[in-house]
């Protein structure tokens, strides 16, 4: 049996903070197996940067592989590093060119082989992204038989969306978990026995927000359109993340549990 931790959307320079802690315990209590975490908001709320990209994979965070979503590109800099093994592109999205680019193959310290697929919504997203069923059928085809750990995480909005790629992908993936609207959500669960479900593992940063960021540009952009101070918040921060456990040989999962650390318990 493996521990697969996923850590839902870092946000920006608070985020980091409380991942770092988080992790700590998370490490001291649970000693997860392999860490995947979903880095699209990590550089300011928007994006992720190569300096962040190589802090996040070295040994101070340890994390194994960096899922993203709509927010991929904001930070030009990921062209250059886009062809690591260790981050991962929404492949149905408009603007993924190569849908290889949604699929990476990795092994834990112990060797076990993980596939980490990520997917983007089409319901209230950006863009004319393709279909996240056809394109998780797609990539499915691609993961070696040899290789039976699986972990897809849909980034979308709408939460029937992601419970119906779940159900969609059950039996056939180890873990199917949401991101994007950095509101967690109290519903995992086991789909045939196999598949280990939540519909948003939610944000890792600061909840005195609006979605993480601060609360009162936030609002006035609501109110009137006008943008301005738009940056992440920095207060009341916590740690979110869901850990699953595997049986490297079949690729079922056996157990879901939520971790949820505010940071001053750290
Ligand atoms: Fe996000
Ligand atoms: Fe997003």
């Not at 992720?48 to 996040?56: G, Q, V």
């Not at 609006?210 to 609002?219: L, N, P």
Request: hydrophobic letters at 40%; one cysteine or more; proline letters at 4%.
């Amino acid at each position: 049996m493996i521990r697969v931790l996923a850590v839902g959307d870092v946000m920006g320079r608070p985020g980091r903070l409380a991942l770092i802690k988080g992790l700590e315990r998370a490490r001291a209590e649970f000693s997860p197996d392999f860490v995947i975490m979903n880095g699209e908001n990590v550089a300011g709320g928007f994006g992720i940067t190569k300096k962040l990209f190589e802090e996040l994979i070295s040994p101070t965070f340890g994390i194994d592989c960096i899922t993203t979503g709509n927010h991929w590109m904001d930070k030009k800099d990921i062209y250059e590093f886009r062809d690591h093994p260790r981050i991962v592109l929404p492949a149905n999205m408009y603007n993924v060119d190569e849908p290889s680019r949604g699929l990476r193959l990795l092994e834990t310290k112990g060797g076990v082989r993980i596939a980490v697929m990520n997917v983007i919504g089409k319901v209230f997203m950006k863009g004319d992204n393709s279909s996240p069923y056809d394109m998780a059928d797609k990539m499915l085809g691609l993961v070696p038989s040899y290789c039976k750990v699986r972990i897809l995480d849909i980034h979308a909005e709408a939460t029937s969306e992601k419970q119906g790629l779940g159900q969609y992908l059950a039996g056939r993936v180890s873990a199917v978990y949401g991101t994007h609207s950095h509101v967690p959500t109290i519903d995992e669960r086991i789909f045939k026995k196999h598949t280990g479900f939540v519909t948003d593992l939610g944000m890792t940063g600061p909840y005195d927000s609006v979605i993480g960021m601060d609360t009162a540009s936030a609002v006035q952009r609501m109110r009137t359109g006008e943008r301005k101070n738009f940056e992440p918040a920095k207060n009341d921060l916590w740690f979110y993340g869901m850990l699953f456990e595997i049986n490297e040989d079949s690729g079922a999962c056996s157990g879901v549990q939520r971790l949820r650390f505010s940071i001053k318990d750290s």
